[in-house]
Each structure stands twice: as C-alpha cells, then as structure tokens.
C-alpha cells in the first residue's frame, strides 16, 4: 500500500501506553505522522482502514536485534531483518555491531543506515561498539560514531571486562546523551559454559554458567553506572537475583534500564533434556523461580522493556552437537504472540502494560522516538487481531534464520499490520 496524504483507521480498541489510551476509537494519519486519536473521528478524502476487532498500538520497538551484515549474510541482512521485523510488528529496531568487521567507525555505521533506509520495512537503528573491535581495550570515538547515526554503544554479548574501561565508557557517553547497552558477566566463571549451572546441567554432563557469573556482572555494572551518572542499559536479564540488584539500584536513583526476553521469560532449562540446540541461548535459560521472578520485575516496571535478541543461525550451524553449536534464537516474528498468549490470554498482565513493554519502554530506554500516538509523531503502528488462533511455523518466517523455540507452538493473538511514517509495510497475507 503506497503511502497517502490522509488515512483513517476506524473503529479499532486504541492503545496508546504513553498516554494511558484505551478506547473504542479512531486513529487519523496526515503526511505520515499522528493527527488526532479519538472516537468519532472523521476527514474529508482520506482512505479509510477498517480496524473493527483489532487493536491498534504504537509499533513494537526492539532494542536487541543482530541483523549480522556485513560478514554473516548467509545468517541475515539487514533487508530480510527489517521485513522480518515488520512482519512481528516492530516498526523500529537497534542493532547490535557483532559484525564482521564490527561496526566501530563512522563509515560502518553509515552503512547500516544507508541499508537501513533502502530495506523497507522497519525503521533500523544502528548501535557501535564500546571498545574498538569489541576487544576490550581501547574506547571507540562516541562522537564520531554518534554524528554518522549510532543511538548506543555497546560490545553487544561480550562483557567489558576492565571496570576501567567501563567506567570511561559510561563517564564519556554522556556527553553525547546516549546509553551503554551491558552485556552484564564475569567472564571467568562463564567461560566455557553452555547452559544453566544446576542439577540439569550435572544430569546432562555438560560445561555450564552459573547464575552469579551475571549477577556479580550486574552488580559491578550498577556501582559503575552510580558512581558516574552515566546511562546503563542491561541487556537480556536472566537471573531474578540481578532483577533484584536492578530493583534496589533505581529505588537508588542509578539511571538504569533493563530489558528481558521472551524465552526467559517462559522458559526454564529443564527443556534442554533434550539436548536440543534450539534452546541454547546466552545467557542461558534459567530455573522456574528465576521465570517468576522476571514476570514480576517485568509487571512492577524493574525491567522496562522486551527485547527479542534476534540472532539468527544458519541450519547448519544449529545441527551440530549442543556444545559445539552457537547460541541465539530468531524471536521477531513470535515474541508478540507466545508473549500474548502465556501472559495475557492467561490473565497474568494486561495487554496495555504488555504493549507498553514492547514500544513505550523500549523507545524511552534508549531514546528513540516511537512507542506514542501522540500528535504530530510518526504514524508507526501495528494493527493486531487478539483472537486469532494460530501455530507458529519457523518455514513461514520473513527472516532467514528458522531457529526458534517455539517452533509448532500454538498461539492465540496476531499481527495482521505495520505501518512506517502511515504507510502499510507489511500486512498478513500478503506473502511476504
């Protein structure tokens, strides 16, 4: 659908997060951007979008996607990531520079832009690494990799090691306004571990990372983030100790956001008595105790935002012995829905405190604009149909990569539009 000077969408269930909306109403779009949100809207000429049954949402934003170009084309593009993205209901993304060659420079970052702009789909936001190379040992110019379009830095699933080069990290982001995405582990005790450390790991003889490998992590990172000021994002809690630890930091008043994941947010690592690559994932999936202690941190507004961490593995890769196969699961095209269904179908959160965690909080954590209706905003939306039944196929994906955990799972809850800047960039059944 071609882009139009006006649209109205009618008749939808409104949620707006950001402004507490949630009324039978109508959402009118000029030139791209918010016009008003309310009931019984009506313009003169503009194509009309039936939006009965459905809710209409800001779009999702995702602040935890690799689209691995350049160097791992053959795992995704930056193309296939962003129609992927589209097609879960993001309208915006930040990706991760765990490319080859890493994203650490200007003209790095001015390519994922430049493809970011050219694939369709949704918006790409590039991050930069921390230290040049992400090895750990010098700063890259935060400045530099700023102005040619970076929104964060971070050395995206390797932990900064030297505590002074974290805390110039976080002291000299701030002169540019933006966060420092943590991947937050002491190195040493997870070194060569492949799952949980437990009495699943010890039944199945495999090398594991303990739980405090990331909470000593976490709580370095806090102290470093306090005694700075500076912006911390923690990417991709897993343990309900470090939700904790997060807790007790912004009752402190550190300026600290958190994400969490789909998969730790419903999976324990009991499912990997099956050795099966699919749920191998870093860090690794925890215990029952640590799922309900990441729900709650998620509902009391501890950890602010869902990320996916899609990361996308050849089938290749995926098919070879639990230790040797690398980590990571796709999650753009499900996380919604298994999250719709096993949280909110179940009665355990509401849906505007979900989509909340999906768009308002993401786009706040690392400040980018989405995740609001507000007037004159950009019109990125998603449409969703609630009550559609449906199972997850992983050979239907818009992504190349097909390894998911939640493959054949039967959901309830659909994306069925995205819109960008008012214009539809992906819709169901379209075959794409």
Request: glycine share 12%; net charge negative; charged share 20%.
């Amino acid at each position: 659908m071609a882009a139009v000077s006006t649209l109205l969408i009618r008749g939808g269930r409104v949620i707006d997060p950001a402004a507490g909306t949630d009324l039978e109403g109508d959402v009118l779009v000029r030139g791209g951007r918010i016009g008003a949100v309310g009931a019984g809207l009506d313009a003169d000429g503009a194509d009309v979008l039936d939006a009965e049954g459905m809710v209409v949402a800001p779009g999702f934003v995702d602040p935890h996607v690799h689209l691995c170009e350049p160097g791992w084309e053959h795992r995704e593009t930056i193309r296939t990531g962003a129609m992927a993205a589209a097609a879960g209901g993001y309208t915006a993304v930040c990706c991760m520079p765990d490319t080859d060659p890493v994203v650490d420079d200007p003209a790095s970052v001015g390519f994922i832009v430049a493809e970011g702009l050219r694939a369709g789909g949704a918006r790409v936001f590039p991050s930069a690494a921390v230290s040049a190379g992400r090895k750990g040992e010098h700063l890259t110019e935060f400045g530099e990799v700023v102005d040619a379009g970076a929104v964060a830095v971070t050395d995206a699933g390797r932990a900064i090691g030297s505590s002074i080069l974290m805390r110039l990290a976080l002291q000299y982001a701030q002169s540019f306004d933006i966060p420092v995405l943590a991947h937050c582990e002491d190195a040493g005790l997870a070194r060569g571990g492949v799952m949980h450390e437990g009495v699943v790991s010890t039944r199945l003889g495999l090398r594991a990372k303990p739980a405090v490998a990331e909470e000593i992590g976490v709580a370095r990172d806090l102290a470093l983030a306090e005694a700075t000021g500076g912006r911390l994002h923690i990417q991709r809690v897993s343990t309900g100790t470090a939700a904790t630890l997060i807790r007790r930091a912004r009752e402190r008043g550190v300026r600290v956001t958190a994400e969490v994941t789909a998969h730790h947010l419903l999976l324990t690592h009991d499912v990997l008595a099956s050795y099966g690559t699919e749920y191998k994932v870093d860090p690794p999936l925890r215990t029952a105790s640590d799922v309900e202690a990441l729900g709650r941190a998620l509902a009391d507004g501890t950890i602010d935002c869902i990320a996916t961490d899609h990361a996308p593995r050849h089938y290749d890769e995926k098919e070879q012995a639990f230790e040797d196969a690398p980590f990571g699961a796709v999650g753009l095209e499900t996380t919604f829905a298994v999250l719709h269904t096993r949280l909110v179908a179940e009665g355990t959160l509401a849906l505007p405190l979900l989509l909340e965690r999906l768009s308002t909080g993401p786009a706040r954590a690392l400040g980018l604009a989405g995740g609001t209706m507000a007037p004159g905003q950009p019109a990125d939306l998603v449409l969703i149909d609630p009550g559609m039944e449906w199972t997850i196929d992983s050979a239907r994906f818009v992504s190349k990569g097909r390894n998911t955990p939640f493959d054949e799972v039967g959901v309830v809850g659909r994306v069925v539009r995205t819109l960008v800047g008012g214009e539809t960039v992906w819709r169901l059944g379209d075959g794409s």
